[in-house]
């Protein structure tokens, strides 16, 4: 346990305020069904670091998560504050992120079941260049790039950066769910709300153009 004790009371302050907003953050995403127990992770960025979920806080810990459990890095993947045994394995492409991305405060990896259904119908690339029709812009993984490899994590960030992300854009994975970005962890959220209602819908009118096609009516 390598726990530095700032001694300016203003980052002590905004580094407690980091970790209560990760907590939530986790609680929310997993009470709205946006992720499940196998998976995901969560961090925010406040000045030069960077607050993050830690390691199998889904597995381990049910996404029961309190403020002390989350870790501290910089932005190059040192320790700050927190536990260094409980680095979560995905750390490296949230950092990325941020360090391509000055603007953006919020990353969240998702195991959203729905988003999978774009899988299905999009080949890769650029699937929505803007909020239209999906609420966020969309990127879509090729296959065969394994999570927590180089060539994935330049892949998710070169996909990223080729849409607009501030108000929150995903790019989805044919295998491990979804990365958000926004500028604020709520932008985040309510992006990948909008995404998911939006493949809702997609997938009851579909269910209703079935039943008419079978004459339910
Ligand atoms: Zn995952």
Known sequence: MTSVLPTDPDLAARRRAARIVVARTAHLAFARGLTELQGGNMSVRIGDEVVTTPTMASENDGWRLSPDDMVIHDLDGGVRDGDPRRVSRETGLHLRLYRADPELGSVLHLHLPEALALIVRHAPGVIAASATPYGVP????????????????????????????????????????????????????????????????????????????????
């Open 138 to 217: 969309v990127v879509r993984l090729e296959e065969g790039l394994p999570a927590q490899t180089e060539p994935h994590d330049s892949r998710v960030e070169e996909l990223l950066l080729a849409v607009p992300r501030a108000d929150g854009a995903v790019s989805i994975s044919p295998t491990h769910g979804i990365i958000a970005v926004a500028r604020d962890t709520a932008t985040n959220l309510a992006g990948v709300e909008r995404l998911r209602e939006a493949l809702e819908h997609a997938r009851v009118r579909l269910r209703l153009r079935t039943a008419a096609a079978e004459g339910i009516r």
